[in-house]
C-alpha cells in the first residue's frame, strides 16, 4: 500500500459515450485509455492513492504509471507553485519572440460585426526596415521567431508580407533561429497567382473564415461592392491545397443566433480534398466592450447587444461527424491564456505602433512603438498592467480545475473592469470534458486520415505495381 501520496488537483476522469474510460491530467497533460477491467482500480488510485492495494505486478505498473504520469503526486508537493513558477519562466523568456504584423489595415470586405477601422495605407519602406532593425537586435538569444499576418487584410499588402518575410529569413538564418510563419485572411486574394509567391515563403498555416453555407456566408463576409464571396474562397483553397505541400489550414465559424443552425450545411460544400488539409474551429461573436466605441466603425448588427453564450458542443460534434478535424485549444497548458500574457510576443500595425492584443490596438493600450532608428520605446506602466496580473491570488483560479489550460482567462477583459477578480473564461469542467472527448476523437480522425492516405500511396507507388510479395497495412487537433 502506497503511503504520502495524494491524486492530482488536476485529474479528469471520464467516459465517451461508447463506454470507453479515459483520464487526462493538466498538469503534464497526460491522456489515457483506460482498460475496463483495470478501470475500477484506476478510479481508486486517482480517489486516494494511499488506500490503493499494490497485490499484484499490475497493480504496480498503475501506480508507477500514475506517479509518472503526475496524475498521483507526492503529498508535500503544491502544484499551484510549480504553476506559477512555470507561469513566470514561460511569460518572461526571450527564448520565443512572436509578432502578429498588421500590414495595412484596409479591407475589400464589409462583415457587419467586424470592430476595426478600415484605414487606407500600407506599412512604409522606412517602417519596415526600422521593424527589421529591431526584430535583428531582439532575435539575439532567441530560439524560435514566429510571426502572424493579421489586418485589416494582410493580402492587400501581400509585397510587403513579402518583402518582410525574405528579410526575416535573412535574419533567422543569420542567427540561427527556427522560423515560423502563418496568415490570417478572408480568402480572396489566396489566388493560384499570389499563393505561388507564398510557397516559396515559410508560411504554412492559413486561417480563413466561412461563416455557413453560400447563403448566410454571402450575408456576413460581404465584399464592399455588396456581392458575396463563399463560392470564390473555396476554390481559392482549393487550389492552395494543390500549389502549397502540407498546407495547415484552419476553417473559422463565426456564429451566432442569426445563422447558428445553418452552419451544419455548410460540411457538406468542403470538398474532401480542402476537408483532409483543414481543422475547423467554431467561434461565437460578441459585441465589443463599451471601450472599443471610438475604434469600431459600426455596431455589430447580427446579435443583441448582450446575447447569451451559445455553446459549440452540438457544431463540433457535427462537424466530426461529417470527418472533420477541429481545431482545439482548450486543453492545451499554457503559461498565458493567449499571446497578450507574455512579454514577448507584440501585436505590430501599420505605423510600426506596439500592442499586446488584436482587438485591443487603440492609443489607450499602446505599450510602445518603434522609432525610424530600430529603437523600440516601451511604455512600462501600460505594459506592466498586461503583465503583473494576480491569477494565482484569487480562490476561484486556485481552486479551479482547468487553471493550468486557462491561466486566469482573458487579460483584456480584467483591464475592461478595472482589475476586478472576474473569472473571464468560457470554459469550465462539463466543457472541458466535452472538449477532451472531442480531442480523443481528432485523434481517431487524423489516424483514420493517414490509413487512407498510407493507402493511396501504396496504391500507386511502383513498389506495389511491380512486387509481388507486398503487404498492405492499414491503421486509423
Not at 533561429?177 to 480568402?187: C, K, P, R
Request: hydrophobic content about 40%; proline content about 5%.
Amino acid at each position: 500500500m502506497a503511503t504520502n501520496l495524494k491524486p492530482s488537483q488536476f485529474n479528469f476522469l471520464f467516459d465517451l459515450e461508447d463506454g470507453t474510460h479515459l483520464a487526462f491530467n493538466g498538469m503534464s497533460g497526460a491522456f489515457v485509455k483506460i482498460r475496463n477491467e483495470q478501470y475500477e482500480s484506476v478510479k481508486l488510485l486517482l480517489t486516494d492513492p494511499n488506500v490503493f492495494d499494490v497485490a499484484s505486478e499490475t497493480d504496480q505498473c498503475l501506480l508507477d504509471t500514475a506517479i509518472r504520469s503526475r496524475f498521483v503526486i507526492e503529498s508535500n508537493i503544491d502544484e499551484l507553485q510549480i504553476l506559477k513558477f512555470r507561469e513566470n519562466v514561460n511569460r518572461y523568456s526571450s527564448e520565443t519572440f512572436h509578432l502578429t504584423i498588421m500590414p495595412t489595415m484596409e479591407c475589400n470586405f464589409a462583415c457587419p460585426y467586424c470592430y476595426e477601422i478600415a484605414e487606407k495605407g500600407k506599412m512604409s519602406l522606412d517602417a519596415q526596415n526600422a521593424l527589421l532593425c529591431w526584430v535583428n537586435e531582439k532575435l539575439l538569444g532567441c530560439r524560435a521567431f514566429i510571426v502572424g499576418w493579421f489586418g485589416g487584410e494582410p493580402l492587400m499588402a501581400h509585397d510587403v508580407l513579402r518583402y518582410l518575410m525574405i528579410e526575416f529569413r535573412k535574419l533567422c538564418d543569420k542567427h540561427n533561429v527556427t522560423f515560423i510563419s502563418g496568415v490570417t485572411t478572408n480568402g480572396f486574394f489566396l489566388i493560384p497567382k499570389i499563393v505561388s509567391k507564398l510557397k516559396e515563403l515559410p508560411i504554412r498555416q492559413f486561417q480563413v473564415t466561412i461563416d455557413g453555407p453560400p447563403d448566410e456566408h454571402d450575408k456576413r463576409r460581404i465584399l464592399k461592392s455588396g456581392k458575396g464571396s463563399f463560392y470564390k474562397i473555396i476554390n481559392n483553397l482549393c487550389h492552395l491545397c494543390e500549389i502549397i505541400e502540407n498546407p495547415i489550414i484552419i476553417l473559422r465559424v463565426n456564429y451566432d443566433s442569426m445563422n447558428f443552425d445553418k452552419i451544419p450545411e455548410l460540411f457538406s460544400y468542403i470538398p474532401e480534398s480542402l476537408k483532409s488539409k483543414s481543422e475547423i474551429y467554431f467561434r461565437q461573436v460578441f459585441p465589443p466592450p463599451r471601450w472599443w466605441d471610438t475604434q469600431a466603425p459600426i455596431k455589430i448588427s447580427s446579435i443583441p447587444p448582450n446575447p447569451e453564450p451559445i455553446a459549440a458542443t452540438s457544431l463540433q460534434k457535427k462537424a466530426q461527424d461529417h470527418g472533420f478535424k477541429l481545431f482545439l485549444t482548450e486543453h492545451w497548458l499554457k503559461a498565458g491564456y493567449c499571446e497578450a500574457d507574455y512579454v514577448n510576443r507584440f501585436v505590430v500595425d501599420p505605423w510600426n505602433n506596439l500592442h499586446k492584443c488584436t482587438v485591443a490596438f487603440d492609443k489607450v493600450h499602446r505599450v510602445g512603438f518603434i522609432k525610424a532608428d530600430g529603437q523600440a520605446v516601451i511604455d512600462t506602466h501600460i505594459l506592466s498592467k498586461w503583465m503583473l496580473r494576480d491569477t494565482f491570488e484569487r480562490d476561484n483560479c486556485r481552486q479551479c480545475r482547468i487553471l493550468p489550460m486557462c491561466m486566469g482567462g482573458c487579460n483584456l477583459n480584467t483591464l475592461c473592469n478595472k482589475g476586478r477578480a472576474i473569472c473571464s473564461t468560457v470554459i469550465d469542467d462539463g466543457h472541458m470534458v466535452e472538449t477532451l472527448r472531442m480531442f480523443y476523437r481528432n485523434i481517431i480522425i487524423e489516424e483514420q486520415r493517414k490509413s487512407k492516405k498510407r493507402n493511396l500511396t501504396s496504391v500507386i507507388s511502383p513498389e506495389s505495381i511491380h512486387s509481388n510479395d507486398s503487404v498492405l497495412q492499414t491503421g486509423n487537433k
